[in-house]
């Protein structure tokens, strides 16, 4: 059978060959061949007298994917808002492509910091999807992924109690509706996992990521296997087992590399590795991972910079270490909100550097504000 167009028209077996070409090049991280064959890809498809949202929208999608990886997000959000002008256009756009759309907005709002934007959006979603009276299966996906990227916004505005409570909300009809293998309740317990790692939960967290990474691998997308590897190693890292944080990077980072070496789930295992090999002493291994500028920064914000600064302090070269930790705090700060623990740990590195009270008192002061004494790094503020 032909692959439909939404409009119904049959299209040959073969239509997609070169979208699929280019989607292998961004997989592998070769983003400026994929982004150049995307562009005459569209160029074609958008100059049909009629452009047809079936052949269209996929390569404006999987552009988007391109512009975010090369940290371009006003044009990732011109290309969202594109695609959506294009699909609600027609007299009766598909429900499932307008959610999914949508939430490709949203969410570039949230990659920019802009959290009302993000909010608003998503709350737009909600109310198109409760508008349905018979939504069709993949009218619910499309619904159920935006309400796990509204997870994720919360997430980023460190409001990390109410993501554990909207996930444990939204698992039952998860797991009822898509069935508990599937990507998107994976994707909801990891968050969940994440979540109550950055609230000092080190051994459920630990718990939790290890069951999911348990699950078995051609069942999980490699980008979500490897979230709960880098989750696993985070928490025993901060609970002084390193060496074992390695182990589990390692075996995960080597079958990324051999699939995919300069891709977006690589880089992200080499900065967890990079934080587990200087939490051991490893500096000169560590920053040998996380030498030159940050690739796909918008996927971690800052968190590259944080690990050259680590190991550049570890080594004694203070100077460049505060001024990598200085860019760590830019970027973080351009994109989370300012109570969010990825920056309250760039501070810790920071107040490292400079050691001087008034940067601990106020660091301290911080963390018990926003966390409580009890949290971990808390603790380790106060009695550095």
């Known amino acids: ?74 044009e990732a959000l011109r290309l969202a808002e594109a695609a959506s002008s294009l699909v609600e256009s027609d007299r009766r756009p598909p429900l499932n492509k307008v959610l999914a759309l949508r939430t490709m907005a949203a969410t570039t709002h949230m990659l920019c910091g802009r959290f009302a934007l993000a909010e608003a959006g998503l709350a737009d979603v909600a109310q198109r999807y409760g508008a349905c009276s018979a939504p069709t299966p993949s009218t619910v996906k499309a619904y159920f992924a935006s309400r796990i990227v509204h997870c994720r916004l919360l997430s980023v505005q460190a ?82 087992r390193a060496a074992e944080a390695e182990t589990v990077l390692r075996d995960v980072l080597a079958s990324s590399e051999r699939s995919s070496p300069t891709g977006s789930v690589t880089w992200a295992l080499r900065r967890e590795l990079a934080n587990a090999l200087s939490r ?8 040998a991972l996380v030498e030159g500028p940050p690739t796909r920064a918008l996927d971690a914000p800052g968190e590259h910079q944080l690990q050259r600064a680590t190991a550049l302090l570890g080594l004694g070269r203070r100077a460049k270490a505060e001024a990598a930790a200085e860019e760590a705090l830019a970027a973080a700060a351009a994109v989370l909100a300012p109570a969010h623990v990825n920056v309250l740990e760039i501070r810790t590195v920071l107040a490292r550097v400079r050691d001087t009270p008034e940067e601990w008192a106020a660091l301290t002061a911080d963390w018990n504000t926003h966390y409580g004494p009890d949290h971990p790094r808390a603790r380790a503020a106060a009695d550095h």
């Open 280 to 287: 051991q002493g490893r500096y000169d291994e560590a920053l």
């Open 159 to 240: 409001r990390f109690g109410e993501v554990v409570a909207a996930v444990d909300e939204l698992m039952p009809r998860l797991v009822m509706v898509l069935g508990a293998a599937d990507k998107l309740v994976y994707r909801a317990l990891l968050l969940r996992a994440e979540v109550l790692a950055m609230l000092g939960r080190y051994e459920q967290a630990a718990s939790e990521c290890g069951a999911l990474l348990a699950v078995r691998p051609d069942s999980v997308p490699e980008k979500e296997r490897a979230g709960a590897a880098r989750g696993l190693a985070y928490c025993l890292v901060e609970t002084g």
């Open 1 to 74: 059978m032909g692959i439909l167009s939404w409009g119904g028209r049959r299209r040959p077996p073969g239509a997609d060959a070169e979208l699929k070409e280019a989607t292998a090049l961004l997989r592998t991280g070769e983003l400026a061949a994929a982004e150049q064959r995307l562009r005459e890809l569209l160029a074609v498809r958008e100059g049909a007298r009629k452009p047809d949202p079936g052949t269209v929208v996929p390569v404006q999608t999987v552009l988007w994917l391109v512009e975010l990886a090369l940290g371009r997000p006003e």
